[in-house]
């Protein structure tokens, strides 16, 4: 398959959540987002409305973060958050599911939770991801192994009216043998589960450890239709310069005129 710089571009989700972001760098970052004709900036909730105006006058689409890192907020509290999301200007809503009650078999409960947030962005003409958190279900959980619970996440979640399916937050720290804590986010294999265990009608979105232009290739090449990314700017640029020099990506295909 052959990508062009906006094949590529328009999968990324310019990550801006750090806890830490100033208003100062949320601006700069919807400036890049909008320099490198990304498909959305991803953005805390408080700042949606800002950034609607800041991303005025590009294609670049604004969307909010639901339930945001770990999906324990109540139902209500999911739907009303969507809300004033939609209202402040978000087109897209990036919910994390309640894992302790998937973990705990109360699907029913996690499918209504879901279907609260897609019922009231659909509403507002907005679409909705939902995230997994996959670095937390390596063990499984509710007497499934780690793919079946995954796969029924998935189904759980096409039912319920997600838009899309996705990984990781990119904030799912998990604590490692020698004390510290890491994540791996998006990897190979789960993207290819969750690809082949949903419709046609929904899309996968990676998150977390994609750093690099041959990373977002890969999650191209395995069906994703999305990205989140903190490394924009390495991605894009890499791509420009390898278009330039005529060098190729990791499985030897060239960046021509007209992409790969």
Known sequence: MKYTYSDLAKMI??????????????????????????????????????????????????????GFPHGNSTTESKRYETELACKDGAVEIDMVVNLGKALSSDWDYVEADVNAVCDEAHKHGAKVKVIFENDYLTNGGAGLSSDDFKIKLC??????????????TGYGFVKQPDGSYNYKGATESDLALMRANVSAKVQVKAAGGVRDLDGLIKVRDLGGSRCGATATATMMD???????????????????????
């Open 155 to 168: 189904q759980l979640c096409e039912r319920a009216g997600a838009d899309w399916v996705k990984t990781s």
């Open 13 to 66: 989700d310019h990550s801006l959540l750090h806890p830490t972001m100033t208003d100062k760098d949320l601006q700069e970052g919807c400036a890049l987002a909008a320099k490198y004709n990304v498909a959305s900036v991803c953005i805390k909730p408080y700042a949606v409305k800002q950034a609607v105006e800041w991303l005025r006058g590009t294609d670049v689409k604004v969307g909010a973060v639901i």
């Open 238 to 260: 890499d791509y420009r310069k390898r278009e330039t020099a005529g060098i190729p990506d990791a499985e030897g295909r060239k960046i021509g005129a007209g992409g790969y």
